[in-house]
């Protein structure tokens, strides 16, 4: 399996996750000038922006451990970016979570990180 097809799998099994988690997936793979978010969703209240990370193994660190503070930034500035062309106003609640999938684990990081690459 290619790496890009493997990727929409993950992040297939990701949305799926988060389904069951209670999340209402709005959209998948959003991109944009600035960048892409992998999962756009609604959570009890929140509009939250997903990053999803898999590795197959920690030979070159945690799956999270690869979301830099320029990643960050980059998902920070295409949320924003997110919100203004679904004309939703900027004090919309916001949250960015990771999901973390290692071989067959998932985990679920509620705010990672703030909108200040954080």
């Known amino acids: 399996m290619n790496k890009k097809v493997e990727g929409l799998t993950k992040e297939t099994e990701a949305a799926n996750y988060l389904s069951e988690q209670g999340y209402q997936i709005l959209a998948r793979n959003y991109r ?22 898999y590795r197959t193994n920690v030979e070159k660190g945690f799956p999270e451990e690869a979301i830099t503070i320029q990643k960050q930034r980059r998902i920070t500035n295409t949320a924003k970016y997110y919100l203004l062309v679904n004309r939703l106003p900027e004090s919309t609640p916001c949250r960015f979570d990771v999901v973390v999938m290692l071989k067959e684990e998932i985990r679920l990081i ?7 690459g954080s």
């Open 32 to 53: 944009c000038r600035l960048g892409e978010i992998d999962i756009v969703a609604r959570e009890n209240g929140y509009l939250v922006f997903v990053e999803v990370k």
């Open 110 to 116: 509620k705010n990672a990180f703030d909108a200040y």
